[in-house]
């Protein structure tokens, strides 16, 4: 019997003025229990906190977590931890939401936003 497969998706891009926020993939396929990665590239804005979202279909969309490349560890929305989910940034604008051990339950579309301070809004879809 084949493992339970979960599909992950990613809100493609996002624009405001000249700020660009994109991810990668767009479709996610995760065999059940592997650990899989999202990327997010911030773009230019100023305060390059990576903030990810988890959307079902029909729900409102849950805070995951949020995190900044010179923070010491991740901050959580509620009902999400680690070691299940965490995020690293590799540069300013680079960062990566990692979802461990995949279960059916993590079937969702993810996204990920920041604040653009030039602006004063978020960036998002």
Not at 62 to 82: K, P
Not at 86 to 104: A, F, G, Q, R, Y
Not at 108 to 118: E, L, N, Q, R, W
């Amino acid at each position: 019997m084949l493992p339970a497969l979960c599909t992950l998706f990613t809100a493609l891009s996002c624009v405001s003025g000249v700020t660009v926020v994109t991810q990668n993939p767009p479709v996610l396929t995760a065999t059940k229990g592997e650990t899989t990665t999202m990327h997010c590239n911030l773009g230019t804005v100023t305060n390059r906190a990576a903030y990810w979202y988890k959307q079902v279909p029909g729900g409102v969309p849950q805070h995951v977590l949020r995190f900044h490349q010179s923070w010491s560890s991740v901050a959580y929305g509620s009902g999400f931890s680690s070691p299940k989910l965490t995020s690293t940034c590799s540069s300013l604008s680079d960062c990566n939401l990692i979802i461990s051990n995949v279960e059916v339950g993590d079937s969702a579309v993810y996204y990920c936003k920041t604040y653009d301070t030039s602006v004063k809004e978020f960036i998002s879809q």
